[in-house]
């Protein structure tokens, strides 16, 4: 193999070994010339390298594209003004042994559909350096889109990855970055046999990891042979692969005017109303956002330039109620049964569970019927239902599923007739990922895989969701683009619980009173009972035997403690308030209320206190002790953390309002710490900070405004992040075949770096949990629970917890 693994140089090796040493060989080589030595063909650390080449290796592109272009292109079919290129990413170990089987593969696909290639490899796990000397040419990309065969993190590959270094890089080539998967762990016929598919191991290291750099597509294209251990294409998923590829690579090269984009809207659950849902979002305003920008960029998109939201809606849906079943949602094909058969290669596999073409779902009784409304070039789309209308959440368990002809249907209808060169998928979910099939690296039966096909799958999705979102990236080949949820608010109070709030802040006032104290203090009771509040507080007094007249006043203080205590945690829950519209950044109002949450959360690593402790050690108080007094329902410690409550947000108010604008919105942010010189003069002329003054002004005038500098800087960054507008130039940007940046998913109050949305999202860094704010929040939390069910428990801690840890509420905080 050393020699290159052909008969004659493996004869010539063992000749020249043996015409010296060994009898029989030396009696033949009588009278002969002897085999001469040659010093061995050492290939660059880094290079271009083609199968059919006359030199083994290009050390520059220049001298790689004079024989590609002039002489490989005529040679194979190939137009070289027209054809678009695939720059493939390869390891050094299967040129130097020769076992390239699975790359000629990938690679005569490729040229055969009349693609260009530059196939680059490296001796070393950093990528990175070769992708700079051999993706570019004068400074300008030589590729349309990439595709990495090694199956590992661009730099570090299984090892020590710089995901940060790997995101500049392919970030300057700007191109759609796909990793595809060598088996490692299994044989062909264990994962085609597998339910759960790729190995978990391998899920961690070659889907996982690359994730975080922005690859997506993670398609399994190639394993090793049994017997030899040698490599060995997948012939369907080469096929798809190239597919795939090239339909990213012909987003960079196609006008927009000629571009066609189909946008899939949900229904679920069928019949209720439902089309046109999704989690967190406003979703008809947001495609008119969608529509406006694109019409901006140069897309044909019809009459939809002169509609409004509503007359968008109506021409899309026209029944309001958006019934399914309802015969006036409007009908964009109608397919009959042979085209369908015709173009749907799996549509018999169907018939198991739905019978014969066309069945009753998305069907007029002969016909097969794709709902929705072209505008131009733009097909609004609304995806059928899962089928299972009764229990439609049958098809994620039953084995032998699969979703109906209809379903079936509209995605072959954007595929093969509308002939989409992209789908957006709208919000927070829909169906097509959640199909029939294996868990991570499907298979040409998995239904996910099959729907899809080659289609580019772009995929609005809401950041605070990124396990799902990942099950969507892994599934049906998404590349998400993450999406703001609503900003989280205080629940409030209403009705018996506002009344009983009034009546506690009227005994605060009169609690020394001895003949109106007690009388408020029935009313607490009495109103507590009705608001059902004995169920949240064991030591609650009994409404019919109970007198305020006949307790002590730290008895008073303690029931009215309890209650109170209450009241504040049910009126601090926080709830997502409104829907989000795509591209509407949120207004300084809706900025404040996220960075309060922000601002009240310790954040050790980056040596932040939260603005809670800071006040609190004003009046020589630990946040903590507070917490857990407020928990124990001490009156005066529940009064303190809300009166602290109160001075965060009136702070962080103060922050947001140096940067707003006439129009309550905030468009830049006005920069409290950039001017070193001036902030010193000011400090020096007595001068405070508008957050400082806003804290004194709610009572606390001995606050540490050093204390409190890392955490405004943190929050002046991050409102620049929350109210930055990336999700529609993120849009425009995969729809050009350009690289969606990435980024976390999860909750951006716990993990702020999940802003600004607009990024390709990923689950979870695995060498980043857990930090140590985390562990922190985590003893603090689980000592608060523990006190609690010990006062629950008449003064006992329980003899046993069970915890039940769901993956995604980790991912997200």
Partial sequence: YWLGGSPENLESLMTLLGQDYVESVKSTMEGKEKVKSVDPVLLPDKAIWHPVAPDIVFENYAAYQKWYD????????????????????????????????????????????????????????????????????????????????????????????????????????????????????????????S???????????????????????????????GATGRSVPLADRVGLLADRALKWSGLSMKKNAEKKLAITIFSFPPDKGNVGTAAYLDVFNSISAVLKELNGEGYDIGEAVDMETGDLIDSVLNDKEARISSPELNVAYRMSVDEYQELTPYAGDLEANWGAPPGNLNSDGQNLLVYGKQFGNVFI?????????????????????????GFAAYYTYLEKIFGAD???????????????????????????????????????????????????????????????????ENAGLYKGLKELSDLIASFQTLRDNEARGPAILNSIVSTAWQCNLDKDIPSLPPVDTFDGKATTAEERDDIVGKVYARIMEIESRLLPCGLHTV?????????????????????????????????????????????????????????????????????????????????GRVKEVK?????????????????????????????????DEKRLEPLFKYLEVGLGRIVANNELSALTKALDGRFIKPGPGGDPIRNPDVLPTGANMHALDPQSIPTTAAVECAESTCNQLLDRLKTDNGGEYPESIAFTLWGTDNIKT
């Avoid at 005529?74 to 089987?101: E, F, M, Y």
């Avoid at 759960?196 to 997506?216: F, K, T, W, Y």
């Avoid at 789309?381 to 002809?405: C, N, T």
């Fill in 70 to 193: 002039l002489e490989h292109c005529p040679a194979a079919g190939i137009d070289v003004a027209t054809a678009p290129t695939v720059g493939v990413i390869l390891q050094k170990s299967h040129i130097n042994t020769k076992d390239d089987t699975h790359y000629v593969s990938l690679i005569s696909e490729l040229e055969s559909r009349g693609a260009r290639v530059v196939c680059l490899y490296s001796g070393g796990l950093d990528f990175s350096g070769p992708v700079m000397d051999y993706f570019f040419d004068a400074g300008e990309q030589v590729v349309d889109s990439v595709i990495n065969l090694t199956g590992f993190a661009l730099v570090g590959g299984p090892a020590s990855q710089d995901h940060a270094k790997a995101v500049e890089v392919l970030s300057k080539l700007d191109r759609p970055y796909m990793c595809a998967v060598p088996l490692v762990f299994q044989s062909f016929a264990e994962w085609e046999q």
């Fill in 195 to 225: 339910e759960l598919g790729l190995h978990p191991i391998q899920v961690a290291l070659q889907v996982s990891l690359p994730e975080i750099d922005g690859a997506i597509e993670p398609i399994i294209f190639a394993g090793r042979e």
């Fill in 381 to 405: 789309g609304v995806q059928p239902s899962f089928g299972y209308e009764g229990d439609p959440m049958r098809l994620l368990f039953a084995k032998s599923a699969s979703p109906h002809h």
């Fill in 422 to 488: 992209a789908v957006l998928h709208f919000g927070t979910h829909g169906s097509l990922e959640f199909m029939p099939g294996k868990q991570v690296g499907m298979s040409g039966a998995c239904y996910p895989d099959r729907l899809i096909h080659s289609l580019p799958n772009i995929y609005y999705y809401a950041a605070n969701n990124p396990s799902e979102a990942t099950i969507a990236k892994r599934r049906s080949y998404s590349a998400t683009i993450s999406y703001l949820t609503p900003p989280a």
């Fill in 583 to 663: 591209g509407v950044p949120p207004t300084a109002e809706e900025s404040i209320a996220t960075l309060v949450n922000i601002a009240s959360l310790d954040r050790p690593d980056e040596g932040i206190e939260s603005i809670n402790r800071v006040i609190a050690s004003s009046v020589g108080r630990n946040i903590d002790d507070i917490y857990k007094n407020v928990n124990a329902g001490v009156l005066k410690d529940v009064e303190l953390n809300q009166k602290i409550i109160e001075a965060s947000r009136a702070a962080t108010r103060a922050l947001v309002m140096e940067s707003t604008d006439a129009d």
């Fill in 671 to 703: 920069g409290q710490f950039e001017d070193a010189a001036g902030g010193l003069l000011g400090r020096m002329m007595g001068q405070k900070k508008p957050w400082i003054k806003a804290i004194a002004e709610a009572g606390f005038d001995k606050v």
